[in-house]
């Protein structure tokens, strides 16, 4: 099985503060994503990535910046995290064409 | 008007019953589509992709109709196990990304 490992479940975090949420797939998947999830809005898509060193905005890039230093592991970062900011962070990985992604099991973030 | 559309709920449905969900997409590029289950406070997984033929996992079966851009799931002699949100997701080919539907609360009632 897809293993998409998330380096926190839970994190809290004071405003301002500069946030790395990790996240490391064993699949050597090309596709990866970031997503968050808030009650009524579901999972809106924040940044994402074909390959190495590629990114993609994705609907709410605002606030955030990722990496892609090596093909497993794809980074979010907060710059200057805020209120606003906490929410659910999933990470998702997968190939193209007809198969759906995997996803980790999520870092719930709190910003105070 | 949201790419990916589904009635909330909650369903609350009786154990053994057959219950229905449907989903409307409005991107026609959209390829290619799948329901994901998800429990509370957990991530969403994959349950089954939906094909334009449609298919049967066990219990379930998804269907798409491309013409009228609707993809449905019907889940048959409901278990408990079932209570979760399902949530329709269409893909996009060429970019790859997945547009969620908010999904559909469903609880089984023993």
């Known amino acids: 099985d897809v293993k998409v490992t998330q380096s926190s479940r839970y994190l809290v975090k004071r405003t301002g503060e500069k946030v790395f949420l990790e996240c490391v797939q064993d699949?050597?998947?090309?596709?990866m994503f970031w997503y968050r999830q808030d009650p009524g809005l579901g999972l809106r898509l924040i940044y994402f990535?074909?390959?190495?060193?590629?990114?993609e905005k994705g609907d709410i890039p605002e606030g955030y910046s990722v990496s892609r230093e090596k093909k497993e592991r794809f980074s979010l970062i907060l710059e200057s995290a805020s209120t606003n900011q906490t929410s659910m962070y999933l990470c998702?990985?997968?190939?193209?064409?007809?198969?759906?992604?995997?996803f980790g099991s999520g870092t719930r973030l709190t910003v105070v | 008007r949201k790419e990916v559309e589904q009635d909330p709920g909650p369903f609350n449905v009786p154990e053994g019953a057959t219950v229905a969900f449907n989903c409307t997409y409005s991107?026609?590029?959209?390829?290619?589509f799948f329901w994901y289950r998800q429990d509370c406070r957990k991530e969403p997984k994959l349950l089954m992709s939906?094909?334009?033929s449609g298919n049967e996992d066990g219990r379930f079966t998804a269907q798409l109709n491309r013409a009228s851009q609707y993809i449905s799931l019907l889940i048959r002699d409901s278990k408990l196990s079932d209570s979760a949100t399902y949530l329709c997701?269409?893909?996009?080919?060429?970019?790859?990304?997945?547009?969620f539907g908010t999904g559909t609360r469903l609880t089984i009632i023993p």
């Open positions: 998702a990985s997968g190939t193209g064409g007809f198969y759906g992604y995997t």
């Open positions: 699949m050597d998947h090309e596709n």
């Open positions: 990535s074909y390959d190495v060193k590629m990114k």
């Open positions: 991107n026609s590029a959209s390829q290619s």
């Open positions: 939906v094909y334009s």
């Open positions: 997701v269409a893909k996009n080919f060429g970019n790859e990304k997945l547009t």
